[in-house]
């Protein structure tokens, strides 16, 4: 992806630098954020307010390094491009008005108003201040760990947190939330991996803007974004952690699913190819 030298977003809120290389570890906030991810493989989505991309663990710690300074800026130049994307689409597809979000870059803790985010918490999107909260450490553990390495792969993983934003400012995320609030687990996992899946789409549509706007997507770019939805895939992590595949569990989406919805996203470029909600089959 070519990013280096292009202009980043006014939008981050940069907390790595906070007193002691950690901010607002303090409190509990509404409520607590526990994403355990691939060593135990729990996922407590259906408690929280936060969307995330992964139920997935990654390493952190409080030194900023050079790669840190340099994921920064990535994270800047992906998320401004995320921002001149969902304008367009917002004005020539919807007729309205696009409201950025803020993203929150931080190095081992923070606080949010939907709880806490630790290093094991990894992405997520939190609501209650339309905010999206990363740590870039959880690249590393992307390429380490999960085999989904490459720029664009992060890339992939800004654009779906931005996509759950822009569920929000549509109405999407309340309502399904709201609706989880009055089923049982197994719906409301269901109604998670639609919400899930359309973020991937919406992943697919800010994709396919990008290579025709900016000219930044090079050779195996898509290659990149689509081997890190595979590798995210719920069947993917169950299978890795050695657990059994259990489909009423899912709350993202299985390997195929992920996929697939980005490529229809990348593939149409309409806004009304990624309603999730409106198919039978996912």
């Given at each position: ?85 969902w304008e367009e689409i917002f004005e020539t597809q919807l007729g309205r008005r696009y409201n950025p979000a803020v993203l929150v870059l931080f190095k081992g803790s923070t606080q949010s108003p939907c709880g806490g985010a630790s290093a094991a918490t990894g992405p997520f ?158």
């Open positions: 992806m070519k990013w280096r030298g292009r202009r980043g977003s006014r939008n981050i809120e940069d907390r790595r630098r906070a007193p002691g290389g950690k901010a607002g570890v303090s409190g509990l906030g509404l409520i607590v954020v526990v994403v355990l991810g691939l060593v135990f493989g729990v996922d407590v989505s259906s408690l929280l307010g936060p969307q995330g991309l992964g139920n997935i663990q990654s390493s952190g710690s409080t030194e900023i390094t050079q790669q840190d300074e340099e994921m920064g800026q990535f994270v800047s130049v992906a998320l401004a491009d995320t921002e001149v994307v999107y939190c609501p209650a201040d339309k905010k999206a909260y990363l740590d870039t450490d959880f690249f590393v553990t992307m390429d380490r760990q999960m085999g989904a390495g490459g720029d664009f792969a992060a890339a992939y993983v800004v654009a779906h947190e931005v996509a759950h934003h822009v569920q929000n400012e549509l109405g999407i995320l309340p309502q399904a939330h709201r609706l989880r609030q009055q089923v049982g687990e197994a719906e409301s996992n269901a109604i998670s991996v639609r919400l899930e899946l359309q973020a991937d789409c919406y992943s697919g549509l800010w994709a396919r803007a990008a290579q025709q706007k900016f000219g930044s997507i090079e050779r195996g770019d898509i290659q990149e974004a689509m081997n890190a939805a595979k590798q995210i895939g719920d069947d993917m992590i169950a299978r890795k952690a050695g657990r059994a595949v259990r489909p009423h569990t899912f709350t993202h989406g299985t390997s195929e699913q992920r996929q697939r919805w980005f490529a229809r996203g990348f593939e149409t470029g309409d806004i009304r190819a990624c309603d999730t909600f409106g198919t039978e089959r996912l």
